[in-house]
C-alpha cells in the first residue's frame, strides 16, 4: 500500500536519512511528471521528424497529406499527443521552480501552458483541415484554408505565450538552480518553434524540440530514479493499468 501511494502521490520519502528530498513534491507527482518530461519532447521530436520531407507551409502539407496520408496523419498525431503529454511536464517544472522563486514558476508556468494549450487547439484545426481534404480534395481544403487562414479565434490571444512562456520558464529554471545553465538555454530555444495552421518542419523547429529534449528528458530520468524506487512488480502492475484505462478511453472515444 505504500508503494502504490507513492506511485500515484510522488512522495519521496528518505527512509536510511529521515530527511526530505531536495526536490519539492508537486503536483502531478514525480512518477507522472517524469514520464512526461521524457515521453513529451520525445513524441513531439518524432512528429516532427516524419514531415520534415516535405515543405513548411500549408499547401505543401496538404498535398503531401493526399500523397502520403498514413505519414502525414501519424506525424501530426504525434505532435498533438507530444502537446497534450507535455502538459504534466510543465507543471512539474513550473512547482520545482515556485518551490524556490514563486513568481518565476508562476507567470513562467501559466504561460508555458497557456501556449501549449493553444498548440492542441491548432492541433485540432489540423485535424478538421485534414477531414475536409479526405471528403473534398486537398485544392478545395486549400483554397478553404487560404480565405480563412487570417480570422479571429480566441487562442490568438495566446501567440505571444507560446512565444515568451518557456524563455521566462526558463530563467526562471536557471535562476533557482532547478536546471543548469546549458540546459535552460536550450530549453529557452523551444519558443522558436514555429506556431499555427499546417506547420511543417524546418532546421529551426529540429534545433528548438532539440533543446526542448535536451532539457527535460534527462530531468525526467532523474525523477523516475530518485529514491525510494518502487519493486518491479509494482510498476508492471501500474503500467498495465494504465494501458487498459487508455484502451478503454480510446475505445469509448471512438464509440462516440
Not at 530527511?19 to 512518477?31: I, K, M
Not at 516532427?48 to 502539407?61: I, T
Not at 508556468?109 to 498548440?119: D, Q
Not at 492541433?123 to 485544392?139: E, K, P, T, V, W
Amino acid at each position: 500500500m505504500r508503494i502504490s501511494a507513492e506511485i500515484s502521490t510522488g512522495t519521496h520519502i528518505d527512509s536510511m536519512a529521515g530527511r526530505a528530498s531536495e526536490a519539492p513534491d508537486v503536483f502531478p507527482g514525480r512518477w507522472v511528471g517524469g514520464v512526461a518530461l521524457v515521453a513529451g519532447p520525445l513524441l513531439l521530436l518524432a512528429g516532427a521528424l516524419l514531415r520534415l520531407p516535405f515543405d513548411f507551409f500549408f499547401p505543401a502539407q496538404l498535398a503531401a497529406f493526399e500523397q502520403h496520408p498514413g505519414v502525414v496523419a501519424t506525424s501530426y498525431a504525434l505532435f498533438a499527443a507530444g502537446n497534450l503529454v507535455l502538459l504534466p511536464a510543465v507543471l512539474l517544472l513550473a512547482g520545482r521552480v515556485a518551490a524556490r522563486s514563486p513568481g518565476w514558476g508562476l507567470w513562467g508556468g501559466l504561460l508555458v501552458l497557456a501556449g501549449t494549450v493553444a498548440r492542441v487547439f491548432h492541433s485540432g484545426m489540423d485535424h478538421m483541415a485534414f477531414r475536409f481534404a479526405d471528403a473534398l480534395g486537398a485544392r478545395a481544403t486549400e483554397a478553404a484554408v487560404s480565405a480563412t487562414y487570417g480570422s479571429f479565434q480566441i487562442f490568438s490571444v495566446l501567440n505571444v505565450a507560446i512565444l515568451v512562456g518557456w524563455i521566462v520558464l526558463a530563467i526562471g529554471a536557471w535562476r533557482t538552480r532547478v536546471l543548469g545553465l546549458a540546459a535552460a538555454v536550450a530549453l529557452a530555444l523551444t519558443s522558436a518553434l514555429p506556431l499555427g495552421l499546417l506547420k511543417g518542419t524546418t532546421v529551426l523547429s529540429l534545433v528548438a524540440l532539440g533543446g526542448l529534449a535536451f532539457a527535460l528528458v534527462p530531468m525526467g530520468v532523474r525523477e523516475l530514479l530518485r529514491r525510494p524506487r518502487p519493486r518491479p512488480a509494482v510498476v508492471l502492475r501500474w503500467t498495465a493499468l494504465a494501458v487498459l484505462v487508455l484502451a478503454a478511453m480510446f475505445a469509448l472515444g471512438q464509440a462516440g
